[in-house]
């Protein structure tokens, strides 16, 4: 059985940069959406103002919405750094990046 001393870590560097990457991409994505859904959610509170009620109810919904959307567009962005930071630290063979994963 293996030990905590003798126990070797195997990564595939380059898969796991492809993952940080569509992570980032992902993650760009989900932030722009935010984004534009927020603009949109503007845009129909001011046709509610001046009398387009139905646009108020989809501005409503597109508010409750949003925040997850920026949420998982934040986590995404947060594990590209993860991923970028564990295979540095893999390269550097530096033992503190292990405390970013627990197995």
Not at 10 to 20: E, G, L, Q
Not at 74 to 95: M, S
């Amino acid at each position: 059985m293996a030990t905590a001393s003798n126990a070797q870590i195997f990564m595939n560097v380059p898969a796991v940069r492809n993952m940080a990457k569509s992570f980032g991409n992902i993650g760009n994505v989900l932030t722009n959406v935010s984004k534009v859904l927020e603009a949109l959610s503007t845009i129909l509170k001011t046709t509610a103002f001046i009398g387009l009620v139905g646009g108020a109810v989809v501005a409503q919904y597109i508010d409750q919405i949003r925040p997850q959307i920026k949420q998982m567009g934040d986590k995404c962005i947060e594990l590209q750094k993860d991923l970028n930071a564990a295979v540095v630290n893999y390269e550097n063979n530096d033992q503190r990046g292990a405390s970013r994963f627990h197995l």
